[in-house]
């Protein structure tokens, strides 16, 4: 992989010790190494809890699943977490990008470098959820609750945010949504369909696949 990122630099940037972001001309990497330094409580707080990027704001149910996750007694022991296939990952992700000089990650909606976060805490949360009878209508609000801020976002916006906007919902999104100013950036556009419509048809296929799945899915979880 390091051998892979050398050349991704070589070919961008003309050397493979420069990275891309580099070159970015608002935002140039030039603090640290690699724009690498230390993490910095204001980039963990943005890209946590901030209405900026926060992962537990444009993804709520991440949060219940971190609650699902470490209330489990046996986790807190030393010996556990500390060899837990999913906790080191995530902890190591979050603190490298928090110590970036453009944790933000330029435009964009919500923490798009903590995709991957977002995929361990699901991994480690959603299989316990089941399990936990005061968590499942929580679960079920909070899922509704990231369905309708990432679908907005997608309606109007078309996840494309600047960088300056700090409350995008807010100022940007559910403006776009009571204004019924849909996006044109779909591919449905360039079938000739209007955005309402795109929208329309990606919600009827994301339902029609949540529904299959809920049909064709185990009715037992394991434990």
């Known amino acids: 992989m390091i051998l892979l990122l050398m050349a991704m630099n070589a070919a961008v940037s003309g050397s493979p010790f420069t990275l891309p972001y580099s070159h970015v001309a608002s935002h140039v990497d030039t603090s640290g190494v690699f724009g690498m330094s230390i993490p910095a409580f204001d980039a963990l707080w943005g890209l946590l809890f901030s209405f900026y990027r926060g992962l537990f704001t444009h993804a ?106 700090m409350h995008p919902f807010t100022e940007m999104i559910w403006p776009g949504v009571v204004a019924k100013s849909f996006t044109d950036m779909q591919w449905t556009n360039a079938l000739g369909f209007s955005g309402v419509m795109g929208m329309a048809m990606f919600l009827l296929g994301l339902f029609a696949s949540l529904r299959f799945m809920a049909a064709t899915s185990p009715t037992e979880t394991p434990r």
């Open 60 to 165: 709520p149910v991440a949060l219940l699943c971190m609650a699902v996750f470490f209330m489990r007694p046996e986790i807190l022991r030393p010996r556990t977490w500390s060899t837990h296939p999913l906790i080191i990952p995530a902890i190591l992700l979050i603190l490298m990008m928090s110590a970036h000089s453009m944790w933000w990650g330029g435009w964009a909606f919500g923490p798009r470098h903590l995709s991957t976060l977002a995929v361990l805490i699901l991994a480690g949360g959603l299989p316990l959820v089941p399990h936990a009878a005061w968590a499942r209508w929580t679960f079920a609000a909070l899922c509704a609750l990231g369905l309708l801020i990432n679908l907005a976002a997608k309606g109007t916006t078309g996840y494309s945010l600047p960088t300056q906007v």
